[in-house]
Structure formats: C-alpha cells, structure tokens
C-alpha cells in the first residue's frame, strides 16, 4: 500500500467509523432496550456474562459463538477499564461489539478487493478505498451493526476465512469458517466456498492444459456458454473421477473437509442445523429464493448491472438463443408454480420491508409472481455476465453455494442475502469512479431512510404497549 493510499483509507475507516458512533448513540438513546431479536441475544449474552454457560434460551436457532466472542471482549476490557455493576455486558455494551465488527468488516473489505483485483494496475489506489467503503455501508448489513444481532460477526468471519483462502492459509480458513459457523450454521456453506476456490484453481489449470492439447477447438474457459457448457461437464467428470487427481485436491483442501465432517457429525448429533426452536426454520425446496436474490442484487447494484448496454446485449442475447431463452423461462414458471413458500412471519411481522414488499408487489394480484420472470432473466444473464472475468469452475462453484444457501430458506428475509451478495460484489470487475459513487450514494440514501423510520416512524400493535419500528 502505497503511503497515499495508506492515509486515504485510514481517513475513511475513521470517518466512517467516527460516523457510525454517532449514529450508534443516537439509536442507542431512541431504543435502549432489547428489540427485535435482541430479546433472545442479549439475555443468553447477559447469562454467559454472568457464568451460566449452561444456560440456553430454546427460542435461539444458532450457536454460541456471538456470546462467547462478547464475553470474551467485554470482561477483559471492564477489568482493564475497572468497569463494574449493570455497565458490563448491558445492552449498549453489547452492541458496541458489533460496532467493532463493522470496523473488521471494513478492513477485510479493503483488503479482499486489493488481493482479488491485484492482477489489475489499472485499479487506484481511490477506487479500491471507494469500493470498500461502499461495501462497508452497504445498507442490510449496516444496518445490524447498530443492534445485537450475529450478522456482523457472522460476515467478519467469513470475510476473514475467505482472505486467508486466497492467501493459501487454508488451516487458518477452515479455523476462522469454524468460528463463522458458530455464529451462524449456514457458514458451512462458504468454508465449502472457500475449498471450492482451491478446486476451481486446480480445474482451471487443468482445463488450460486440455485447450493446449486440442488447438484445433476454440474455447475458452472463462466464457460458458451454452455451446460450451457440455464439453466442461465432460472434462469435469472425466478429471474427478481420476483417483491421483482426487488424492491432490484432498491433499490441499483437507482442513475444509475437517470442518464439513464436524458440521456433518453436528447436524446427526444434534437432529439437525437448527438449535433451539425449529417450528419456524423448517428447511426445504424454496427454489423462488433465488429470484429473489436475483433481484435483491440488481437493486443494489443497479448502477453496475441495470445499464443501457448490458439492456442491449440482452436483448442481441435473446434473439440469438429463443429456445434456450424459451426453455429457461418455462423452467422458471414451474418452479414458480411448484417450489413457491410463504412463510407466517412474512404475512404477520409489518416490521420488516419484506412483509410490505410481498403485500405491495407479489400479492397485488395471483400473477404477479409469473409476470416476473422475464426481469429475473435478465437479472440473472446480467449477474452472470459480470463474472464473465471468473473460471467457469468458479462460477460453477459460487452458485453450487448461493443454491445452498438460499434455496433451503422458507422465509423470504434479505439478511440471508447479505454474505452471497458481497462475495459477488467483491469478485466483480471495477466498474468507473462514477458508477461507484452512484452506488455510495445510492446507499448513503437507502441508510437515511432505513435509519430515520426506525428512529422517528414508531408504530403500535393493538393490545400492546411496545414501540415497534421499522427494519429489514
């Protein structure tokens, strides 16, 4: 890091932390209770601050590792500072760990774009910062920063795994996965993310050798196209079931496999991925998930993926291939038909924007939710489009992953989106200055919104005395 670039990304991590503090005492003066989900976190945190770590809520559908972290934060740091009384691992106390996650997130966000991209001179020192900052306001989770949630935690992990994945620290990975996994049991998903990464690697220079054999063929392995699609197959399968070639990349992605047979030894022991109460996380077929996040994406990043050209290359894409189009869309219709959920907090909770965006969009009219499908084509081919850059085994790889952990959710909630999202955020080209400042901008926005209903928007339930506000 040059020392320029080293100053301008000191100055906006401690702008923006210095911002996020403020916002933090703000909110913590609106809402000092517990909210939301905090009713169930921040008592087991306060039971564990306590010594009874034997103490469970049966509400809690994830591990420990939230409380574990703050306990073993906050009682060194009220010793050091000779805190005592209800200030240790009271509700504010607590939340300011995730404040400090965020300034992880921040950091790891940084550094994952400069390694990703470090092939690319082209990119400065600025929009390195720029799109760091971005992604570090980025409006789902910036938003739990300011509560006692295991988001920001459960991204700082994963964040942290997937770094050390790229640098070759694959024990330090599978180690930081186990810590992810604690906070949230669909984290699997993304240690099998980062041992695919190594895969993928290994595949790509495979493949290249393979084109080297066969001059005459003219593919690329970077492109997948429909043409193309089965002969990668072909050499997929052909090169897995090789004993020497499965030894290899056993011998490098063994720490991950450690952790995906511990997780696979957890959910026999303990029935299934969820602890506590399972009544509301039943898994299953949720295949509409992934249009959802689809969209979800495109609204995000609209200034990188709804662009007149990329209109315009679809719409050449469309009229070159109708009967793959046409097969994609009535696949899509089917799985609309069949494999569509909707979950009892989403019709009941109007706290949240999802339970609004289902009444305002998808129950208009029965529909609705086919007139659609044309947009999640287009959301899709544009999504795909910008990872053109990846391996077609990456890209294999990351929607094996972004199936896995989405499409198993009945619930339609846009935390869920929060970890595939910046994964293909980071993977993405870099787009110009400013199309980035559109995007912050875009944010900053969405973040003044979300934050001045939660705060100034306050509403009642009949039959209750409690302040509800809104929040994703």
Same mark, same amino acid.
């Given at each position: 890091?040059?020392? $320029? ?11 923006? *932390? ?24 921040? =008592? ?13 809520? =049966? ?42 996650? +965020? ?10 774009? *400069? ?8 990119? +400065? ?30 991204? !700082?992990? %994963? ?12 024990? %330090? ?14 984290? /699997? ?35 997948? $196209? ?30 991950? /496999? ?20 399972? $009544? ?6 949720? @295949?509409?998930?992934?249009?959802? *996040? ?7 990043? @609209?200034?990188?993926?709804? %662009? ?8 050449? +894409? ?70 053109? +850059?990846? $391996? ?25 989106? /929060? ?9 993405? =080209? !870099? ?38 506000? *809104?929040?994703?």
């Amino acid at each position: 890091m040059e020392r $320029s670039e080293a100053y301008g990304f000191s100055g906006a991590m401690s702008g923006s *932390f210095l911002l996020s503090c403020l916002l933090f005492a703000a909110i913590s003066r609106r809402q000092r209770g517990p909210y939301m989900d905090e009713v169930f976190h921040v =008592p087991q945190a306060q039971a564990y601050c306590h010594g009874r770590f034997l103490q469970w809520d =049966p509400m809690i559908t994830t591990l420990p590792g939230l409380y574990l972290v703050s306990v073993g934060v906050v009682k060194p740091a009220a010793w050091l500072l000779g805190w005592t009384g209800s200030v240790v691992c009271s509700v504010g106390m607590l939340r300011f760990i995730n404040l400090l996650f +965020s300034a992880g997130n921040f950091y790891l966000l940084y550094l994952l774009l *400069f390694k990703i991209h470090q092939k690319n001179k082209a990119v +400065s020192g600025f929009q390195r910062i720029l799109s760091a900052l971005t992604l570090a306001m980025f409006p789902t989770l910036y938003f739990f920063t300011f509560l006692y949630y295991t988001d920001p935690g459960s991204v !700082f992990f %994963t964040l942290f795994a997937y770094l050390m994945c790229l640098y070759g620290n694959h024990k %330090t990975s599978a180690l930081l996965g186990f810590c992810g996994f604690m906070f949230r049991q669909t984290n /699997i998903v993304w240690t099998v993310f980062c041992a695919g990464n190594v895969v993928a690697e290994k595949l790509n220079e495979a493949w290249k050798i393979e084109l080297q054999k066969k001059k005459d063929e003219k593919i690329s392995s970077k492109k997948g $196209s429909f043409s193309n699609l089965t002969r990668i197959l072909q050499f997929l399968i052909k090169y897995l079931i090789l004993p020497k070639n499965l030894v290899t990349l056993t011998a490098l992605t063994w720490p991950y /496999i450690i952790l995906v047979t511990v997780f696979f030894g957890f959910v026999f022991i303990n029935g299934g991925i969820v602890v506590g109460d399972r $009544s509301s996380h039943e898994a299953c077929l949720h @295949f509409p998930q992934l249009f959802y *996040f689809l969209s979800f994406t495109v609204f995000f990043s @609209f200034p990188h993926l709804l %662009t007149p050209v990329k209109i315009r290359r679809f719409h050449l +894409s469309l009229r070159r291939h109708p009967v793959q189009y046409s097969l994609i869309a009535l696949i899509s219709l089917l799985l609309i038909w069949k494999f569509t959920y909707v979950h009892k907090y989403l019709l009941a909770d109007n706290r949240h924007y999802t339970f609004y965006v289902w009444r305002k969009v998808f129950q208009r009219h029965e529909l609705v939710k086919y007139v659609l499908v044309p947009f999640y084509i287009f959301a899709g081919w544009t999504f795909a489009d910008t990872l053109k +850059s990846k $391996s077609i085994f990456w890209i294999l790889m990351y929607f094996v992953c972004l199936l896995a952990v989405t499409v198993p959710q009945k619930l339609l909630e846009f935390r869920y989106f /929060i970890l595939p999202f910046l994964i293909y955020r980071l993977n993405i =080209p !870099f787009p110009s200055i400013y199309r980035q400042l559109v995007e912050l901008a875009f944010y900053v926005v969405v973040n003044a919104v979300t934050f001045y209903l939660f705060l100034n928007r306050t509403f009642q339930w009949e039959n209750s005395d409690e302040i509800q506000r *809104f929040m994703w």
